[in-house]
């Protein structure tokens, strides 16, 4: 038997033998929690629903500081009176002179934050499952920021002014609108209006939406929410549209801490990942 022919057993016997995979070969700790994963259906139904809990009762747990929110309210509606862009008053005014528009805004403002943030999650979970997680993270980020602003800054919306003739459009046309209105009022706290998570909310739904869906008029529609949320906000005199720049800043807070944790936004991660990620031994196989 030749030296060639030797050497070629040799070569076979060594691949044929595994390898132990060393912790070397592992990835850390941290790349794994930073790579995306399939989400799992009920721990993203209770973390939603306890998120949630707990947004409502930290939010409501803020104390109700009514002389101080008033007096942000004046002082916020004084300084867009500086800038000559104090327009909630008028704005409010007339669509509530239109029936029919003003009501629909109020079943808006009260459903619509709800059912199309929802119905975004539910469609990335279905068809982005690789950006699910930090996609979903950035609204958890802007809402838990929020609350910040919410104990720091209270304030009253405009319909709670005192002497700023706007106008409760909830209580003037009777629908179920505000939880800050009526029957709802001790149900939630009246003074976190700063910032606005409509606002927060609807541009994250709509810049998602513009960022993943591939027909060309869903993308449009995409934007064109947000910018209805604003007006809806503004017309029933629930926000300022200060609030609304506030909103905005809490959603950039929330896509930079993003981008700091994945390296990148979330509309460039991949889109579908394994169903399954098989996790290699430590130790080497046993024949």
Wanted: charged share 15%; glycine share 8%.
């Amino acid at each position: 038997m030749g030296d060639t022919t030797v050497t070629e057993l040799e070569d076979r016997t060594q691949a044929a033998v595994p390898h132990p995979v060393t912790a070397s070969d592992e990835p850390g700790l941290l790349h794994r929690l930073r790579a995306p994963r399939r989400p799992r259906l009920w721990f993203e139904i209770l973390l939603i629903a306890v998120s949630y809990w707990t947004y409502s009762l930290v939010r409501n747990a803020v104390p109700e500081q009514r002389g101080e929110a008033l007096r942000n309210a004046d002082w916020i509606w004084k300084a867009e009176q500086t800038l000559g862009l104090a327009v909630e008053q008028s704005f409010n005014q007339a669509v509530n002179s239109v029936t029919w528009l003003i009501v629909g805004m109020n079943y808006y403002y009260a459903t619509l934050h709800f059912v199309v943030t929802l119905g975004v999650l539910v469609w990335l979970y279905r068809s982005h499952p690789g950006r699910y997680a930090a996609t979903r993270t950035v609204l958890f980020a802007t809402t838990g920021v929020a609350l910040l602003g919410y104990y720091l800054y209270p304030l009253a919306p405009p319909r709670l002014m005192t002497g700023g003739n706007f106008i409760d459009t909830v209580l003037v046309h009777q629908t179920w609108g505000s939880m800050a209105s009526g029957d709802l009022k001790n149900m939630s706290n009246q003074y976190a209006a700063m910032p606005s998570m409509h606002i927060g909310w609807s541009l994250w739904c709509g810049l998602t939406i513009f960022a993943l869906a591939s027909l060309p008029w869903v993308r449009i529609l995409g934007l064109l929410y947000p910018v209805a949320t604003l007006v809806v906000i503004v017309a029933t005199a629930n926000h300022f549209w200060l609030d609304a720049v506030g909103g905005m800043l809490c959603l950039t807070f929330g896509y930079a801490l993003v981008w700091i944790w994945y390296g990148a936004l979330p509309h460039s991660l991949p889109k579908l990942v394994p169903a399954h990620t098989k996790r290699r031994s430590l130790l080497p196989k046993r024949g």
